[in-house]
């Protein structure tokens, strides 16, 4: 069954990545200005749900066009194959860890958006409230539909209040030094928060140390390759979301 279960994980995660790679291009822009809907090269953006989902390849014809050295449409944004890959490996890992408990729906949904926020953050530093207030609430939603299904092996209060707690140590930190982060991270950590507390405060505590343990070795070797400063702003929200990763996976195999 569980490797049935990996198999699918697989398949939904790849499916699901092949998706992002146009709307991680569409949403990289800086907070006061509007989403993209052109390629690099000024063409209008089309295709399924309004241009949002899909490769980010430009399909207009050249040959239409009235400049005739514009000649460079094609692929840009992320790699579509490389992202497709990443999603799929997130995704079968969830499912060996989870198992046939109604959680793992939840965690499938919640990682294809999760990879999207990863690459927002690490092209533009920016985490978008379009996408991490309704990972919040539909991590919380979903989640406690899954606790009054059977089988399901965590607690939806401590997923409640793990997210409030998640969430209010991000904002101190952000008042403390509101220069070292985003606010899109203290909203990011009500749904990391949700996923973590799922399990219970160990984990809870497991994945946010992890998260800022990830961003901290990757400042470091950033500063020791003299790629950055000690000033230079980093994007934190891949971080997080690879130390609540780490948890949920922990705490996933700890309940097997």
């Known amino acids: 069954m569980r490797l049935i279960l990996i198999v699918v994980g697989a398949l939904w995660g790849a499916w699901s990545g092949l998706a992002l790679p146009r709307a991680a291009y569409r949403l990289s822009v800086e907070p006061e200005e509007p989403w993209k809907d052109g390629c ?6 089309t295709g399924r749900f309004d241009g949002w989902l899909g490769r980010a390849r430009c399909t207009t014809d050249i040959a239409d066009t009235s400049d005739p050295t514009d000649v460079t449409c094609g692929f840009y944004g992320p790699r579509t194959l490389l992202v497709a890959a990443v999603t799929a490996l997130v995704c079968a890992v969830l499912a060996a860890a989870t198992g046939p408990r109604p959680e793992l ?3 499938l949904l919640a990682a294809p958006v999760a990879v999207l ?3 927002v953050d690490l092209r533009v530093h920016r985490l978008p409230d379009v996408l991490t207030l309704p990972l ?3 991590t919380l939603t979903l989640l406690g539909i899954a606790a009054v299904l059977p089988a ?3 607690s939806w209060p401590t997923a409640l209040f793990g997210a409030l707690a998640l969430g209010a140590g991000y904002e101190v930190l952000y008042l403390i030094n509101p ?7 203290v909203k990011l950590a009500l749904g990391l928060g949700a996923a973590l507390g799922w399990y219970g405060w160990a984990v809870l505590v497991t994945g946010a140390f992890a998260g800022i343990l990830y961003g901290a070795v990757y400042g470091l070797g950033m500063v020791a390759l003299r790629r ?3 000033k ?3 994007p934190l929200g891949p971080f997080m979301l690879g130390g609540a990763f780490t948890g949920v996976v922990l705490g996933a195999f700890a309940v097997t």
């Open 179 to 185: 220069a070292g982060m985003g606010f899109g991270d």
């Open 105 to 107: 729906a939840v965690w």
């Open 152 to 154: 399901g092996a965590g």
């Open 232 to 234: 230079t702003a980093i």
């Open 40 to 45: 690099p090269d000024g063409h209008p953006i």
């Open 228 to 230: 950055a400063g000690r």
């Open 136 to 138: 919040a609430a539909a």
């Open 117 to 119: 926020l990863a690459l």
